[in-house]
T-cell receptor, first 115, second 111 residues
Framework: DTEVTQTPKHLVMGMTNKKSLKCEQHMGHRAMYWYKQKAKKPPELMFVYSYEKLSINESVPSRFSPECPNSSLLNLHLHALQPEDSALYLC??????????????FGPGTRLLVL | GNSVTQMEGPVTLSEEAFLTINCTYTATGYPSLFWYVQYPGEGLQLLLKATKADDKGSNKGFEATYRKETTSFHLEKGSVQVSDSAVYFCAMDTGRRALTFGSGTRLQVQP
């Protein structure tokens, strides 16, 4: 089973709202990722969690706040977003293997529209 | 720096035609290489991968061979179907655990 699930599938929010995106995997993977994908562009890395600790933050604005409550769950808390933050948000996970490159498996994404 | 370069799209083919999507990379060390496919309105699906030179990844009739001498990982399929219409991303991982993606190539297969 190589499934990563994401909820919600679609989200519309105003600039003053607070919302959260959720990602879940049950493959025993210890690394989890958030990517942002704008239309007709490749995904751009936002955050990496390794063993439930934040290991990479690609200079993402503080209005995006990640959280990894346990090894299977990854959340992205959203607050005071701008219309240009509208995009497809993808979660991924991989087996954490020290010193090797591990395959990342992606979820279906949450399509976010900020009004 | 590390980078992945893919051929520009869209690529438009008739059903049963031969497909090649070119991908070359620039990296220090020995990256793992991947092809991901994204169908309209969906997330990315791993199509195939190769972790060392001369490895051939294959899945669903698609193939790609890791060529260290030409730093390439071209995607091929002998006979495409309408259902293969999607965006294909070449990607590499140099061990930093952050994937470097190419710009993506849109494939349109006409019946």
């Amino acid at each position: 089973d190589t499934e990563v699930t994401q909820t919600p599938k679609h989200l519309v929010m105003g600039m003053t709202n607070k919302k959260s995106l959720k990602c879940e995997q049950h493959m025993g993977h210890r690394a989890m990722y958030w990517y942002k994908q704008k239309a007709k562009k490749p995904p751009e890395l936002m955050f990496v969690y390794s063993y439930e600790k934040l290991s990479i933050n690609e200079s993402v604005p503080s209005r995006f706040s990640p959280e990894c409550p346990n090894s299977s769950l990854l959340n992205l808390h959203l607050h005071a977003l701008q219309p240009e933050d509208s995009a497809l948000y993808l979660c991924a996970s991989s087996q954490e293997e020290a010193g090797t490159q591990a395959t990342q498996y992606f979820g279906p994404g949450t399509r976010l529209l900020v009004l | 720096g590390n980078s992945v370069t893919q051929m520009e799209g869209p690529v438009t083919l008739s059903e049963e035609a031969f497909l090649t999507i070119n991908c070359t990379y620039t990296a220090t060390g020995y990256p793992s290489l991947f092809w991901y496919v994204q169908y309209p309105g969906e997330g990315l699906q791993l199509l195939l991968k190769a972790t060392k030179a001369d490895d051939k990844g294959s899945n669903k009739g698609f193939e790609a061979t890791y060529r260290k001498e030409t730093t390439s990982f071209h995607l091929e399929k002998g006979s495409v179907q309408v259902s293969d219409s999607a965006v294909y991303f070449c990607a590499m991982d140099t061990g930093r655990r952050a994937l470097t993606f190419g710009s993506g190539t849109r494939l349109q297969v006409q019946p």
